[in-house]
């Protein structure tokens, strides 16, 4: 079937308006990630699912972040009141098991002005 | 903390010409050191993972390598569609730690 999908592929925001953010991943996988990769940047970890476990929220920067993963297959990653720091591409992939390599969707391109 | 380092950032090569890209990682329990591609406006692409020191994994021009403290990604004759910034990435008991990127471009 399909790869990781992620809408919307594009997103124009202004500062302080809050911005959802969604990822379809692979049918079956149990683990989901969400990354996000500056401009010249590596992937930075924010968050990860796995199955009916807590999430690893270690890697969220500041509490206007957060994510959810809704019956274990769709995921929202939610930035309230976005600010211009927050514009990057946000990545999520998912896995059939935790140390099985991460399958990527496109990315979300987040552009705050 | 877990740290990837990678090298060079940035390397030009032409048409034939092979090379190396390096990996330094310092993880706390490795569970996997993977090589992605990553092409422009797209999500990085799985190609290969390697588990313990002393293992090689190949596809078409590229083979990678793992030791204790290092990978490195050989690219034998590349071709110009080789061109792209590949990503190394280790994995802990935590998560999985990305590095920078080696950016290639490979000239006709």
């Known amino acids: 079937g399909a790869g990781v999908s992620q809408s919307p592929s594009n997103k124009v925001t202004e500062k302080g308006k809050d911005v959802e953010l969604r990822c379809d991943p692979i049918s079956g996988h149990t683990a989901l990630y969400w990354y996000r990769q500056s401009l010249g940047q590596g992937l930075e970890f924010l968050i990860y699912f796995q199955g009916n476990s807590a999430p690893d929220k270690s890697g969220l920067p500041s509490d206007r972040f957060s994510a959810e993963r809704t019956g274990g297959s769709v995921s929202t990653l939610t930035i309230q009141r976005t600010q211009q720091e927050d514009s990057a591409v946000y990545l999520c992939a998912s896995s059939s098991d935790f140390g099985s390599p991460l399958h990527f969707g496109n990315g979300t391109r987040l552009t705050v002005t | 903390e877990d740290q990837v380092t990678q090298s060079p950032e940035a390397l030009r090569l032409q048409e034939g010409e092979s090379s190396s890209l390096n990996c330094s990682y310092t993880?706390?329990?490795?569970?996997?050191l993977f090589w992605y591609r990553q092409d422009p406006g797209k999500g990085p692409e799985f190609l290969f993972t390697l588990y313990s020191a002393g293992e090689e994994k190949e596809k078409e021009r590229l083979k990678a390598t793992l030791t204790k403290k290092e990978s490195f990604l050989h690219i034998t004759a590349p071709k110009p569609e080789d061109s792209a910034t590949y990503l190394c990435a280790a994995g802990s008991a935590r998560q999985l730690t990305f590095g920078s990127g080696t950016q290639l471009t490979v000239l006709p």
């Open positions: 993880v706390s329990g490795l569970r996997g």
